[in-house]
């Protein structure tokens, strides 16, 4: 057995204790699940259960899939929506309007109910999907009161105006319909469970860790290539689809609508639903759903002080439980926690496999053959990236002035300079987060100048970032697993099914993540939150995040900063061994035994501008560099 493969096992069997409680906890989970669904199956036959019950049963499944549909873009992207019943009222309306004017089945307009109110939630939320924060939740809030107006001025003759529709029929399968308080409770709970299945099957797919990595940092999960805008688009979609199927189940139930069921109140109390139950936990908003319904109706003779309980429950619970009643945890979690079928459950037999099977880099297309700066002469070398002329300006600011820089194959350059010279910002120029306001980038002979970052990575070029980056609530597991991310192509309805496309592919990127972690050391820490590592290991699982996309040029910004003397030995070992295996480097560094001992060459930047280039042992002795770092004699 070699020392690589003794190590990896060694490590595991430190965890062996831990991975059996896990499986222990795995199998108390899947008793509770069976004791819930066998109570559900009996619930209506239970002696002391009513047709009352069953109808608060209902609403409880109601307010499950209107909470489910909000968790998608509050709870999975952490997008502020509180225009939620608007889109509720689109499924409704649509239903109303289609059975009694054109009496089509209530059972196909479930999906198209779903259609239209994606539709609308695509051309109203397109234009400010860009918002965040505060912004954003204002313009929802007046989406959902547009839609509850437009509803009660009955335009077109469509809706009834404040009256509301009437006459709205109950689901038809042909062979049996959906009448009593029997069946509409068993029809909603068996949508329900299609839903939470596939929203499952969503979180744990590359789709669902897309969304985790937009809430946690915006500008890091777009520099792992990972298309902000469409991923955000995609989230209001699915959960407003999903708000128009509870629409759909709530009119045909009801079989009267109006404009007063889908007030900004409601709106309120969905979004209540996901902060009670937990961001992004499925059996939360389920909890959460089930005590804004039956709550209430114990309590119905205290109904005037209803409202006060309610508030200072919330109060409490973001005091005292911030992450609601059922958070979402994540560390611990082991590989069971990815949702990736056919693992073998001995992770140690795992990686013994990714060992056995050889480098995994060059199964997803890293440099494969190594290149020896000294077997070819530096001018010989192809150009991997080049700036001309470059000039980044913020307003009346000169950040990067006319800037030229080469970084050629199968060679470490380093950018140096005093703090403030320009370089992180022309570091974020290369990868797009700063689009230059003049000149030009060229990377592999193509130009690039105009790309933004998810493009950029898709075209070879990875990075690191000056003040660390992570997603520091997820493990270390799915920080790294983030950047392989654009090598794969299955939608929302593969990730749904998986299909066997989707299982290729979550594979490739699984295994990508093991040996990338693994090659920098952090193997053990994998399913720990990146949040609780030292500073130093989390510059280390940048490092690892970047690698995972199998980068055509790496581009460090410091990436010794926060590691000790010894930490930083080993990365100058390991920066030398990364550009053996042919990896190009382009980095930011203050260590000058860093910058000596790994650079073939070095660019000295001060005050935007270019004022050295050259061999280390000629930078390290060149009056201008040491004028820029120390200054001069009056």
């Known amino acids: 057995m070699s020392n690589f493969t003794r190590t990896i096992t060694d490590r595991i069997n430190k965890f062996q204790g831990a991975r059996a409680t896990i499986f222990k906890n795995k199998r108390q989970r899947r008793i509770l699940l069976i004791v819930l669904i066998g109570l559900m199956l009996v619930f209506p036959f239970l ?12 609403f409880v499944g109601i307010y499950v899939l209107l909470g489910l549909s909000l968790n998608i873009v509050l709870g999975e992207v952490g997008l502020f929506n509180l225009g939620q019943a608007g889109f509720y009222a689109i499924g409704a309306y649509t239903t109303g309007i289609l059975y009694t004017q054109l009496n089509i089945p209530i059972v196909l307009l479930l999906p198209i109910s779903a259609i239209v109110a994606g539709a609308v939630a695509y051309l109203t939320v397109s234009p400010i999907i860009h918002l965040k924060g505060d912004y954003l939740c204002i313009v929802t809030i007046g989406i959902g009161e547009i839609i509850r107006i437009t509803a009660n001025n009955n335009p077109f003759g469509l809706t009834n105006g404040p009256n509301g529709i009437t006459g709205i029929g109950n689901p038809d399968f042909g062979l049996f319909s959906i009448r009593t308080s029997t ?136 005091v005292f439980r911030p992450g609601g009643i059922l958070p979402r945890r994540r560390s611990q979690a082991g590989f069971s926690g990815l949702g990736i079928a056919n693992l073998p459950t001995d992770e140690n037999q795992y990686i ?157 990127i699984l295994e990508t993540a093991v040996y990338r972690l693994h090659q920098i050391g952090l193997w053990e820490y994998r399913n720990e939150l990146a949040k609780n590592l030292p500073y130093g290991k989390q510059k280390l699982l940048e490092i690892a995040r970047a690698l995972a996309s199998s980068p055509k040029l790496l581009i460090l910004d410091e990436p010794s900063s926060g590691l000790n003397d010894k930490e930083s030995e080993a990365l100058i070992e390991f920066l030398l061994k990364l550009k053996t295996e042919g990896f190009p480097l382009l980095l930011i560094e203050h260590d000058m035994n860093v910058v000596m001992g790994t650079s073939d060459r070095i660019t000295v930047m001060d005050m935007g501008s270019k004022i050295a280039e050259d061999v280390p042992s000629r930078i390290y002795n060149d009056p201008k560099v040491i004028e820029a770092y120390l200054g001069k004699e009056e």
Not at 299 to 316: I, N, P, T
Request: hydrophobic letters at 45%.
């Open 47 to 58: 002696p002391f259960v009513s047709n009352y019950w069953l109808d608060v049963g209902f």
């Open 183 to 318: 069946q509409f409770f068993y029809y909603v709970w068996i949508i329900i469970a299609l839903v939470i299945v596939a929203l499952i099957n969503l979180q744990k797919s590359r789709i669902g860790r897309a969304w985790n990595y937009i809430r946690e940092d915006e500008i890091a999960a777009e520099s792992n290539g990972i298309d902000v805008r469409h991923y955000k688009l995609l989230a209001f979609l699915i959960g407003t689809a999903l708000a128009g199927v509870a629409g759909n189940i709530y009119g045909s139930k009801m079989m009267i609508i109006s404009p007063d069921n889908f007030t900004f109140m409601e709106s309120c109390l969905i979004f209540a639903i996901v902060l009670l139950g937990g961001l992004g936990s499925i059996p939360g908003n389920v909890l959460g759903a089930a005590i804004i319904v039956i709550f209430p109706e114990i309590f119905r003779e205290f109904a005037s002080y209803r409202m006060l309980f309610f508030g200072a429950a919330l109060v409490v619970m973001m």
């Open 352 to 508: 013994e496999n990714i060992v056995a099977q050889g480098s995994v880099a060059q199964r997803t297309g890293a440099p494969s053959q190594a290149v020896h700066p000294e077997s070819v002469p530096s001018g010989e070398k192809r150009r991997v990236l080049e700036t001309q002329q470059v000039t980044i300006n913020f307003g009346g600011l000169i950040a990067v002035n006319k800037f030229d820089l080469n970084v050629r194959e199968g060679e470490i350059t380093a950018l140096i300079g005093p703090n403030g010279a320009g370089k992180t910002t022309l570091f974020n120029g290369i990868t797009g987060i700063y689009p230059p306001t003049k000149g030009r980038i060229i990377f592999m002979d193509e130009d690039i100048t105009a790309l933004k970052p998810h493009k950029i990575i898709a075209k070879g070029i990875a990075r690191t970032f000056q003040n660390i980056r992570l997603f520091p609530s997820l493990t270390c597991i799915e920080n790294v697993m983030s950047s392989p991310h654009y090598h794969a192509t299955a939608g929302p309805w593969e990730s749904i099914v998986h299909t066997s496309r989707q299982r290729k592919e979550e594979h490739l």
